[in-house]
T-cell receptor, first 116, second 116 residues
């Protein structure tokens, strides 16, 4: 079974600074998907960024980027120019490939606070 | 935009009551999921469905059942609510087509259930 570990339960960052959230996972699969989801306080969970394991290039979405280290099974999220609206719970998630394997395994989350 | 709606944002029920949580998606997605979210535990999968009338147990199905009679609707049922089922319940859906967006899960706003 796959496991996803987020080792930082809480983090804080000054507005406009850069912060990196860590995620490691354990799998014997060679191809899979990785995701970062954001859950703002009292608001809906939304997808931040997605990475396919077969792609060597790190995914980027505006101020959000990942550092995907396949051999190390590491998938960290970097938020540049942090904004107050980035305050949220962030969840790392893993999805194995293959028909029927639509399940996500989530980490326990990192609570990020952006300080003005 | 994908829309996933849940029947209630907040619900208070008594121990032993039968509880129905409804989820509806408007994107013709094949897959639907029910998660439970608890502080420090992240999201845990209760049940999922990959087609009408089909269901699969997730990691914590005990005490729950589900129903999917129509493609757009996925119901979570607590046959006899107990206090340890007090939690946030999140519904999600995903499709199997759409190129790079396939398999991404889209979440509803959540139902915070309190069992007293």
């Amino acid at each position: 079974a796959q496991t996803v570990t987020q080792s930082q339960p809480e983090m804080s960052v000054q507005e406009a600074e850069t912060v990196t959230l860590s995620c490691t996972y354990d799998t014997s699969e060679s191809n899979y998907y990785l995701f970062w989801y954001k859950q703002p306080p009292s608001r809906q969970m939304i997808l931040v960024i997605r990475q396919e394991a077969y792609k060597q290039q790190n995914a980027t979405e505006n101020r959000f980027s990942v550092n995907f280290q396949k051999a190390a099974k590491s998938f960290s999220l970097k938020i540049s120019d942090s904004q107050l609206g980035d305050t949220a719970m962030y969840f790392c998630a893993f999805m194995p490939p293959g028909a029927g394997s639509y399940q996500l395994t989530f980490g326990k989350g990192t609570k990020l606070s952006v300080i003005p | 935009d994908v829309k996933v709606t849940q029947s209630s944002r907040y619900l208070v029920k008594r121990t032993g009551e039968k509880v129905f949580l409804e989820c509806v998606q408007d994107m013709d997605h094949e897959n639907m999921f029910w998660y439970r979210q608890d502080p420090g535990l992240g999201l845990r999968l209760i049940y999922f469905s990959y087609d009408v009338k089909m269901k699969e147990k997730g990691d914590i199905p005990e005490g729950y059942s589900v129903s999917r009679e129509k493609k757009e609707r996925f119901s979570l049922i607590l046959e006899s609510a107990s206090t340890n089922q007090t939690s946030m319940y999140l519904c999600a859906s995903s499709g199997t087509s759409g190129g790079s967006r396939a398999y991404e899960q889209y979440f509803g706003p959540g139902t915070r259930l309190t069992v007293t």
